[in-house]
C-alpha cells in the first residue's frame, strides 16, 4: 500500500527529472546543469528500501540515451551503477545527517560522470573534458535542497532521519 | 529508528540481498550489450526510432518554454507588423526600380557589344573537372585535375571555380593535367579594377592566399575592397571573371608604384571542384600581327625586357610552349617591367615575372582591348591594352628584338 500510494510521486519526480535534464538553458549556464535524472534516482535510492529503483534507472537511462542520442545503454549503465552503489550503501547512509550525506553523495556523482566520459572515450565521442565535472558541483550542491523538497513531497512518515 | 529497521527489515532479500545485485548484473550486461550493438551498427535502428518517437511528448514538455519564448517573439503589435510591412515594400519598390535599370542596361550593353561586334561575351563552353591532389609543397601552388588531353584540355587553358578565377593549366597529361594556381609567385594574370577598369597585371605572392598587384601608378584610383576581374588582355583568361578582392594599398614613400594586395575571390584551396573554360582567343595567335612595340617603354624597363627575352631564350621549353606569343608579351606585358625602373638591381626577377606574366596572357587578344573601358588614369603602364589596340603592325620578330628602339617613354605620374 504504502508502495502503491508512493508510485505517482516517484514516476512523477523521475518524468520531471527526465524533462528537467532536457529543457534548454541559457549557454552561460548551461554546462551547470545539474544531473537531475541520477539526483532524482539517488535520492530515491537512499530514502527508500522499496522502490525499484534499479529498473527505473535503466528505464530512465534508455530514455536519456534515446533523448540525447548517445550510445544506447550509455546512461542507463552509468544510472543503474550509480543507484545500485547507493542502495547498497543506503544502511551506512542513512545514520548521518543530510548535509554530510550530501558531502559523500559527491562520490556518486563524480562516478556518474566519469563512466559517463569513460565510455565516450572508449567511443571516441570527443568532448570538452573540463565541462564534464561542472554538474558534479551542482548535482552535489542542489542535492540536499531536492532531497528536502522531494521529503516533503513523500506523505510518509518519516522514514529515516534519525535526528 | 523502528520505522526504518521495521521497513527495511520487512523485505530484506529483495531490496538488498542478492537480489539487487543480481538485478544490477542483469541489467549492466544488458547496457553493455546494447551499447556494443549501437557501436557497432544500426541492427537496433528501429527500437531506437520507436523509443524515440514514444519519447517525443516528453520532449515536446522539456521544448514548451523555449517554445513559449518564441511565442513571445511572434507576438508582435501591429505598428510593428505595419512598420516592417512598409519598408519591406518601400524597398521592394526600390529594387523593381533598379531591376529596370539593369534590365535597359542589358540591352543597351547588348547594342553596344553588338556595334563593337566584339566577342567578349563570357565563353560558355565549359567542363568540369575533379581536383585530384593538391601540391604539397608550400611553394608552388598547383593542383591536378582529372581532365586531360582525351577532354580537349590544352595548355594555357582557364580553370574557374564558381567564386573566380583559380589558374590556370601548363601541364597536360593523357587524362590529367596539371594547372598553376593564381597565387604562385609565377603567376600572373591581367586584370581590370572593375570600378574603374584601371588594367594591371597580379602576381600570386606565393603565400598561399594572396595577389600582389605591383604596378600600380602612384595615383591610381584603387581602393580597398575594389573588385579585380579578369580583363581577357592577352586572351588567356576569359574576360569579366572575378580574379581578387583588393584589401591593402601599399605606398612606400618616394616609390613610384604603389603596390596593392588582393586576396583571390576563388575558393583555391577548398573545393573539390574547377572548372575548365575554353577561351575563344585559346588558337595560337600567330597570325595577329598585333604590335606591341610600346612606345612608353623606359630604359631601365627595356633593360628588364631585354633580360626576360633572354630568360625566354634561355628556356627553351617556356619559350617554346608559349613560342607565339613568347614574343610579344615580354613587349606586351607593360606592367612587369616597371619595378625594374625602380630598383635596376630587381630587374631579374622582374623580368621572370614579366616572362610568367606573360605566359598568363600570351596572346594580345586584339579584340577584347577595344572594348575595355579605357584606362583613364591609367599612365604609362595601363597604356600597354591602347597601345596594342592601335594596331602598329611589326611583325613578332622584329618586334622581339624591338624594345630598344622603342620611343622614350613617359613617366607615370608620381
Known amino acids: 500500500m504504502s508502495r502503491g500510494s508512493l508510485f505517482p510521486v516517484f514516476t512523477l519526480t523521475l518524468l520531471l527529472a527526465l524533462i528537467l535534464q532536457m529543457v534548454a538553458l541559457p549557454d552561460v549556464i548551461a554546462p551547470f546543469r545539474p544531473e537531475w535524472v541520477a539526483l532524482t534516482l539517488v535520492y530515491w535510492a537512499y530514502a527508500t528500501a522499496d522502490k525499484p529503483v534499479l529498473l527505473a534507472a535503466w528505464l530512465s537511462g534508455l530514455a536519456l540515451d534515446v533523448l540525447f542520442n548517445s550510445l544506447l545503454g550509455q546512461h542507463a549503465l552509468a544510472l543503474l551503477t550509480v543507484t545500485f552503489l547507493v542502495r547498497r550503501l543506503r544502511g551506512s547512509l542513512i545514520i548521518f545527517p543530510l548535509p554530510q550525506v550530501a558531502l559523500a553523495l559527491s562520490a556518486a556523482w563524480v562516478l556518474y560522470a566519469f563512466l559517463m566520459f569513460w565510455i565516450d572515450g572508449l567511443t571516441h565521442h570527443s568532448a570538452v573534458p573540463s565541462l564534464r565535472w561542472l554538474p558534479v558541483i551542482s548535482t552535489t550542491l542542489i542535492w540536499p535542497l531536492a532531497a528536502l523538497v522531494m521529503d516533503r513531497f513523500r506523505a510518509q512518515p518519516k522514514l529515516r532521519r534519525l535526528t | ?414
Not at chain 2, 543597351?108 to 591532389?133: C, F, H, K, T, W
Not at chain 2, 604562385?184 to 603565400?207: K, S
Open chain 2, 1 to 414: 529508528m523502528n520505522t526504518t529497521l521495521h521497513d527495511s527489515a520487512s523485505k530484506p532479500l529483495f531490496s538488498r540481498g542478492p537480489g539487487l545485485a543480481l538485478n544490477f548484473f542483469f541489467l549492466a550486461c544488458v547496457s553493455i550489450a546494447l551499447m556494443v550493438m549501437d557501436g557497432a551498427g544500426t541492427r537496433i535502428a528501429a527500437a531506437r526510432a520507436w523509443a524515440a518517437w514514444a519519447l517525443q511528448p516528453l520532449a515536446q514538455i522539456a521544448a514548451a518554454p523555449q517554445s513559449l519564448a518564441l511565442l513571445g517573439d511572434s507576438l508582435q503589435t501591429r505598428d510593428q507588423l505595419e512598420a516592417e510591412n512598409r519598408q519591406l515594400k518601400q524597398r521592394q519598390t526600390e529594387l523593381d526600380g533598379r531591376l529596370l535599370k539593369l534590365e535597359s542596361l542589358e540591352a543597351e550593353n547588348e547594342r553596344i557589344r553588338a556595334l563593337l561586334s566584339s566577342a567578349a561575351s563570357l565563353p560558355d563552353r565549359v567542363l568540369i573537372s575533379e581536383v585530384m591532389q593538391t601540391s604539397q609543397d608550400p611553394y608552388r601552388h598547383q593542383i591536378v585535375l582529372n581532365r586531360g588531353e582525351q577532354d580537349g584540355v590544352y595548355k594555357g587553358q582557364a580553370l574557374v571555380d564558381a567564386n573566380g578565377v583559380m589558374g590556370q593549366v601548363i601541364q597536360v597529361n593523357p587524362t590529367t593535367c596539371v594547372a598553376l594556381l593564381i597565387t604562385d609567385p609565377d603567376h600572373g594574370i591581367p586584370v581590370e579594377v572593375n570600378r574603374t577598369g584601371l588594367q594591371t597585371i597580379a602576381l600570386g605572392r606565393g603565400d598561399g592566399q594572396g595577389l600582389s598587384l605591383p604596378y600600380l601608378p602612384g595615383n591610381a584610383d584603387v581602393k580597398v575592397g575594389d573588385l579585380l576581374v579578369s580583363s581577357g588582355l592577352g586572351g588567356r583568361f576569359p574576360a569579366g571573371y572575378p580574379v581578387g578582392h583588393i584589401f591593402e594599398l601599399r605606398h612606400p614613400a618616394g616609390e613610384n608604384f604603389m603596390e596593392a594586395l588582393a586576396y583571390p575571390t576563388a575558393k583555391l584551396n577548398q573545393g573539390r571542384q574547377a572548372l575548365l573554360v575554353w577561351s575563344e582567343h585559346n588558337t595560337p595567335a600567330v597570325d595577329l600581327s598585333v604590335p606591341t612595340a610600346r612606345p612608353e617603354m623606359k630604359q631601365k624597363a627595356q633593360h628588364a625586357q631585354e633580360q626576360a627575352a633572354e630568360h625566354l631564350a634561355a628556356h627553351p621549353a617556356v619559350a617554346a610552349t608559349e613560342a607565339p606569343a613568347g614574343s610579344k608579351p615580354a613587349a606586351d606585358k607593360p606592367a612587369p617591367a616597371k619595378p625594374a625602373a625602380d630598383k635596376p638591381t630587381s630587374a631579374k626577377p622582374a623580368a621572370d615575372k614579366a616572362a610568367h606574366g606573360a605566359a598568363a596572357a600570351p596572346t594580345p587578344a586584339p579584340a577584347p582591348a577595344p572594348v575595355k573601358p579605357a584606362n583613364k588614369s591609367a599612365p604609362a603602364s595601363k597604356s600597354a591594352p591602347a597601345s596594342a589596340a592601335k594596331p602598329q603592325s611589326k611583325p613578332p620578330a622584329a618586334e622581339a628584338a624591338a624594345p630598344k628602339e622603342s620611343p622614350p617613354p613617359d613617366t607615370p605620374p608620381q
